[in-house]
T-cell receptor, first 113, second 111 residues
Framework: NAGVTQTPKFQVLKTGQSMTLQCAQD?????MYWYRQDPGMGLRLIYY???????DKGEVPNGYNVSRLNKREFSLRLESAAPSQTSVYFC????????????FGAGTRLSVL | GNSVTQMEGPVTLSEEAFLTINCTYT??????LFWYVQYPGEGLQLLLK?????DKGSNKGFEATYRKETTSFHLEKGSVQVSDSAVYFC??????????FGAGTTVTVRA
């Protein structure tokens, strides 16, 4: 049971470099999410996709872009990485109803030097 | 807006001790409430949830009761084990499927 799979698990970038974080789910969920986790701040929503073909900004979208490639895949792109984007990134998925459980990937630990 | 406040950690306990993590919330509507747990090196996973007032969520010996009058959802376990060492997040969702998280509480249980 794969659930939510994120790649890569670790990444080190230099300031100004770009990269794409990949996320795929095999639970046939409509909704997918990208969060960042920083010490003492919990998880903050970057972008989400309520269904295939739609994406919306979350709490902290600046410096990021997303693509909902199909129902399974939701990628997060950093066009020009900054040290402030050093964080742990989590992808999650859920059904699209209030109170539904979100299922999380294992995370990507990103350092921007 | 919607927000969650949970007690700051870290919390360090001995095995078999009683654990309480306080969580209070503000919400613009009628929220569903959750506790998620993050074990070292892993993503978050649901521990328990409650969707209406006075509901009690329970799992793995943990319990939390949805208290609308005090806007609280405190997490409790009567006898913790070393394997309960983790970060615990309180969260809510209101009228949609997006979650608002608290800052997280790190719990360490010593043998």
């Amino acid at each position: 049971n794969a659930g939510v799979t994120q790649t890569p698990k670790f990444q080190v970038l230099k300031t100004g470099q770009s990269m794409t974080l990949q996320c795929a789910q095999d639970m046939n969920h409509n909704s997918m999410y990208w969060y960042r986790q920083d010490p003492g701040m919990g998880l903050r929503l970057i972008y989400y996709s309520a269904s295939e073909g739609t994406t919306d900004k979350g709490e902290v979208p600046n410096g990021y872009n997303v693509s909902r490639l199909n129902k399974r895949e939701f990628s997060l792109r950093l066009e020009s990485a900054a040290p402030s984007q050093t964080s742990v990134y989590f992808c999650a998925s859920s059904e699209s109803s209030p109170g539904n459980i979100q299922y999380f990937g294992a995370g990507t630990r990103l350092s921007v030097l | 807006g919607n927000s969650v406040t949970q007690m700051e950690g870290p919390v360090t306990l001995s095995e078999e001790a009683f654990l309480t993590i306080n969580c209070t919330y503000t919400a613009t509507g009628y929220p569903s409430l959750f506790w998620y747990v993050q074990y070292p090196g892993e993503g978050l996973q649901l521990l328990l949830k409650a969707t209406k007032a006075d509901d009690k969520g329970s799992n793995k010996g943990f319990e939390a009761t949805y208290r609308k009058e005090t806007t609280s959802f405190h997490l409790e376990k009567g006898s913790v084990q070393v394997s309960d060492s983790a970060v615990y997040f309180c969260a809510l969702s209101v009228n949609d499927y997006k979650l608002s998280f608290g800052a997280g509480t790190t719990v360490t249980v010593r043998a």
